[in-house]
């Protein structure tokens, strides 16, 4: 039976116990629905089968064990899926910046078992054992939980030790072990954890490849007011303002309340509440010099070629990467191919991702001369 956790000094004395082993596992339960952030409702941690406790978060008030926990250099703790869960374990106890992490998704990624593999295909495959997944969409902040949420709680987190260790083994065997080793210094890397800009919130918005400067200088003002509003009200983005709400009234351009009105499913509560911020800020982009606009950077090549330069990176990132057993999703996804190709038009190309440390190794001069010479045959 895992051993329940909801009160300061039990938490305090646990983190201590846990900090005498050289790795301990991490799980969280979150809910995320109704908020702009995750709201944390369980914490998992064990070191193996025997030894599992389940934190409840709710009736914690001093996190800071858990914070020292998280940045011990001489304990590597084990997660499955880490930038899912470190980014809410940091937040919860104080802006802590992890080290020592062994994100056991991202170890399958070194090994031939690919980047999307589950947590339970790894325990199938490597373990020869397969757990139910009935829990999956639980209410994890009701109390008490139940005895069968307390049980799907437990057991992924006491396997994750076993897991590890067979995916260590096998990265090791591969010569992998050093570039995993440095592929995990990111989550101890502060700019890991740090938020977007809200100026630059509007690049990820769908549709607005097409809008003139002036226009997206407005989309700009519009999405870093919904991204603000967003975080201090800790409402997800949608509940203030949907993406193509934003981009009507982009075009729209009101001036005044009653305008705002002609905006598809605008919510007259919310218009009442945001309405005047709203006409501010599509103001403040109106009133932005047209130098100072954004605009989409253009490609100074054409879409045949594009494409070919694609294909042409796929295929070196693919045959480099299976050689040592990696998945090429993880060595370049399609969009930093792109990216890299921006980069050399551009002749900025040295200061991409692609171009240091271990990827940079993986790819070679073969891949760096590609770029180099703007893949000039």
Known sequence: MSLWIDNDADFAQLCRQAAQYSRIALDTEFIWSSTFYPRLALIQLSWDREHCALIDPLTISDTTPLKALLENHNVR?????????????????????????????????????????????????????????????????????????????????????????????????????????????????????????????????????????????????????RETTARQLDKPRPRILKDDQLLAITNLQPDEISDLRKIPEFWPKNIHKYGEQILEAVKRGQMVPLDECPSIPEMNISLQVYRKRVSRLQTLVKKRSEARSIDPALVAPRREISSIIQAAENRTWQQHPLMHGWRKELLGETFENLIKNNFRE
């Not at 700019?191 to 407005?218: K, T, V």
């Open 77 to 225: 703790k084990i997660l499955h899926e880490a930038p899912s869960d470190l980014p809410i374990l940091r937040r919860w106890c104080g802006e802590a910046l992890p080290t020592a992490i062994f994100d056991t998704r991202l170890a399958a990624a070194f090994c031939g078992l690919g980047l999307g593999c589950s947590l339970n295909k790894l325990l199938t495959e490597l373990l020869q054992i397969t757990l139910a997944k009935s829990e999956t969409r639980s209410d994890w902040l009701q109390r008490p939980l139940s005895d069968r949420q307390l049980q799907y709680a437990a057991e992924d987190v006491m396997l994750l030790p076993e897991v590890a260790s067979h995916l260590q083994c096998r990265i090791k065997d591969l010569g992998n072990w050093d570039w995993f080793n440095e592929e995990m210094q990111m989550f101890s890397r502060p700019d890991f954890y740090q938020q977007e800009e809200p100026e630059n919130c509007w690049r990820r918005i769908g549709g607005s490849g097409n809008l003139a400067p002036r226009r997206l200088a407005i989309l700009r003002e519009l999405a870093a007011w």
